[in-house]
């Protein structure tokens, strides 16, 4: 079942990584119309499938994450991006359960996106590639759970974006989500956020080594326009009292300013790190595919109401959100409870008071780890785990 | 004393204007230690002064304005950034003060920047220019007023970075500010905002047509990456609520998304336009030059404390900050309120309740005009005006 790929290394960042082929006669129908095949969605899982495949647990991550949650990234060296939360005896437990994580549909760690090779023309993707949702990238999980077998997930639990397909797969797949953890989350893109990401592609559509899209067969790649992109974005991610208590105004390296534009401020210095450290790591193209499905998401739009696209779930849901998250607030999160309170479902709240920001659900916050334990260990008594 | 010139368009988008020029005999000592001459500063008036010479007002602009304030902007068309304040019978009322705005020392619209011509080189400074604080610019403001014969000002009003000039020129002139209005600002820029201002300076700097800050010479400009700049701080301008209220998720002429990277929303069409504008009246080394200044003002490090930095204040102070800016939040008006009662000042402290952002004080905001208009008549009447 696992098929261990190095793809070409001019094609895409991808490294080793399990992957799941599905073939010319299984495409998957796409929001935007098109059905694509073939396609492929590359994963990562801890732990062991138990015989009544019951303990299932999907991770799903957010815009710049990928299916190394737990083990070591192979590119950058660094521990899983939720290594906190992910392992043996820590709140999403890997002596209990069996961890999946995908990387997105759209995404650039094995999974087909902008950067695979376009099957009709032999060449990457590029542009070409259709513009993808949440639901889709939701579609595409749900297509790797049947393949492995397993009929329905024990919890579905992802932050910021993965969030927001926590919450579609309530939605869409209600028999298949026993309980879901959205963190740190909307049911729909704000305006501000929509203005964030529209920053962001602009920044790399400006590159002149971004060439339409088609970078890859250049040999090049828009390095400063991601790294702009993402220093943009990284802001968002943190409080301003974080960045406060992080950096203040300190400086650099130095007594005293410089009067120049070299990066005086550790603030600057650690952004520009943020920037150049992620083109490494990242494809500019799924940048935009990716900030655009999350642009589109709107589980009221798509389903004739918030409390509407949740009358069939049928999930134990435990909402999380951060007092100093500005860029997915509290009373964001407030509106999923509600909608799901209106349809009577099974939901607890937890807004933890932290000064971190959006970013607080991937660092040392025990009041998270505690409320996901705690919530994960009453379901698993539910199901008898 | 008014010079009408018109500079070659080629060098800056400088439209006719009143110019105060400044020999090689008068040179301005800035913070760097650079001794600056020539230089020249470009300014508007409406009004009359009084024979007493007791009733000027000095309006300092925020980052991308200019001396435009009150009257039409001659390469926009558009009305003054602050026509609402300004004007026969309005708030800063011309039947009763005579209104002085200059462009900033190191701005585009005739002030001497790094636009100007270098007299050394015979080519526009770029990033040869020296890099100027709020404390120069507010330096150059005090030659001016000088020369045109005002031994002290009525009053210094300004927003943002308006009213770091204000505070600048309340603590470093103290005895020639009757009167001072600091509005939605701050006594030091914090992390976040130093944060975004890099994300612009980078964005500019990415786009080869920057040219390493000669681009005047070659004939071209950083546009796209001076738009990107632009684009990512107007979102800071405004707040989550009222891009929330003026564009939703709303879609622009068109019923339903189009699955591509088109402006789908009308915010990011709101965002490209205001980008794209903006980078035909604005130059973008300008941008980084007036950018670092305000990253580089810091009223209690240059003074020993900010109690320490209003000592000598003699003005009476009217502290305004809007509940919704993010950029300036209320919190850092409150410590300059305090550090000026720490040194028993005279000051009133207006937050006023608003949806609008920073932005707010640019806007229809009757409680700001209530606030300055009543402020500026109690202060006349002290001064016998």
Redesign the interface.
Known sequence: MQTDLTHPKDHALIPVSAIEEFGENEPIQL???HDLAPFSIAYQTYGKLNEARTNAVLICHALTGDQYAADTHPLTGKPGWWSRMIGPGKPIDTDHYFVICTNVLGGCMGSTGPASLNPETGRPYG?DF??ITIADMVRAQERLIERLGIPSLFAVVGGSMGGMQVLEWAASYPEKVFSAIPIATAA?????N???H??G???V????DWRGGRYLEAGVRPR??L??AR??AH?TY?S?EA??R????NLQDRDC?T???D???Q??SY??HQ?MSFVDRFDANSY?YIT?AM??F?LA?DHGGLAQAFRKARSRFCVVSFTSD?LY?TRESREIVQALNAVAANVSFVEIESDKGHDAFLLHEPELFDAVSGFLSAAAERRGL
């Open positions: 929001d935007c119309g542009l259709p513009v729909r893109h704000s305006s501000q929509i203005a964030f529209e920053v592609r602009q920044a559509m400006a590159d002149p400063k326009g790294a702009v220093m943009a802001i943190l301003d960045l406060h992080k950096f203040g105004r300013v009067f120049g534009f990066a005086d401020f603030v600057e952004l520009r920037g935009l655009r642009d589109y709107d739009q500005w607030p």
